[in-house]
């Protein structure tokens, strides 16, 4: 039963990334830009300290791989503005921050096309187990610049392939992570043995992509499977959400937008055999606050106007491998076609190359800013999630930390005032339990990994 008043309580997350900027803009240069020192311990322990005093459910790194390739060179300017490179690597940075804090959440970016699945199974279950089970996966293909893939000397694979690919990929993962080590195998007596040989077990998997034989390399992690975060956006990638994905980011939008795409995964959800609620979707999110509209709006043009036009050339041929200073402005996107990102292009089916040239220069990649008041950025969001059936926020910083420090001070005491949201349990509890709302740690029965469960261990 839900009161007329009440309003639903929102999942929080912050997004950050270990490089300078996010992929897509440069606001490294701004006064207020303390990421510019990402490779900074004490960047990354302050953040999490923050977001997790703040009551945040967990921190969120992006990643990619490759650079901007503009005609068969990484241009100058990315190395002059800090776009895509340098980065570090997130799962290390988590590991960094297991000690610095209790309760918040810790997700890692891990990509299905490049990363082994037999050593990257046993990096997440081993920053699980020394989290006490804080960890998220973000499921991710990898539909960027083929830069991405010459570093591995890989070939790049067709868009909806790399699905396929996942999918095995997902395979190979669940069966280490649920099936190889039961839970209860490690009995550490000194006097009588360190493992129960029955609890221990071989798997074996021979996929289309990966072939996998023999035993886990770590035993199984308080949640087994690290909580499953996912966002694609095309039909091949709302399909895989739907099947492995526990919380799915979406971009931003309108309430419609949102509202589309939001029941398009919860239906994927239910094919799949799920409830509808199941899955958890929370949609990017960024603000600029003023203490009036107009001190918003200033601060926005700001951000907007010290983005350089080489930048935007730079950065959506990173995401398109489509380099948008060689087509005539008047070009129609609709005749332009990608195998990389195509939610980049599908985005703008309607505008020409200027447009998107204009458009991406103001707001890059990320989500579009609601600019106003305090007031209005809470009433905003309370909005969209009930319009959109959101569970959540995935807050991007335009300028990190300043605005994530902004949106703490004073629109999250707003959100609290009007119940939207839920204080953290007391009790220590893993993140799937605090984000999913399930009963214990390990993946709900209805989830397509549990299948790969042992429940009855031999005796
Ligand atoms: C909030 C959010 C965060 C994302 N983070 C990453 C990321 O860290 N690395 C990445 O390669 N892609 C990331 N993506 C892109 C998606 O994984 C996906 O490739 C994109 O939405 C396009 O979907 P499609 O591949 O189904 O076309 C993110 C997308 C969203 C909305």
Redo the contacts with the bound molecule.
Sequence with gaps: MTDQNSVKPLRLGL?E?AQAND?GTATWRHPDNGRYLFDKLEYWRDTARMVEDAGFDFL?????WGWADVAGERPDICSVEGLDLPRLDPAIILAALIPETTRLGLVA?G?TLLEPPYSFARRMATLDILSGGRIGW???????ADTAVQGFGVPMVG?DE??LMADDFMQVVYKLWEQAWEEGALERDKSGRFADPSKVHRIAHDGPYFRSHGYGNTSRSPQGTPVLF?????????E?GGKHGEAI???SGSVEQLRAHSSAIREEAVKNGRAADEVKI???FAAIVGSTEEEARRKYAEVADAQNPDVTVASYAWFTGLDLSAYAPHTPMSELSTEL????V?RFADKTVGDVLGDWHAHGV??RPIVGTPEQVADRMIELADGADLDGF?F?PVIPPASTVDFIEHVLPILKERGAIVEPSSEPQSLRERLIGTPTPALADSHTGSQHRRTMSRV
């Design positions: 997004f990334n992929s969120f790194l992006a990643d990619a970016t990509s973000n499921v991710v293909t990898t539909g960027t868009h790399r699905y996912q966002a694609g956006a095309s039909p091949a990638g709302r895989f980011f979406v971009g929370m949609s990017a990102s195509q939610t980049q599908a990320g989500a995935l991007a």
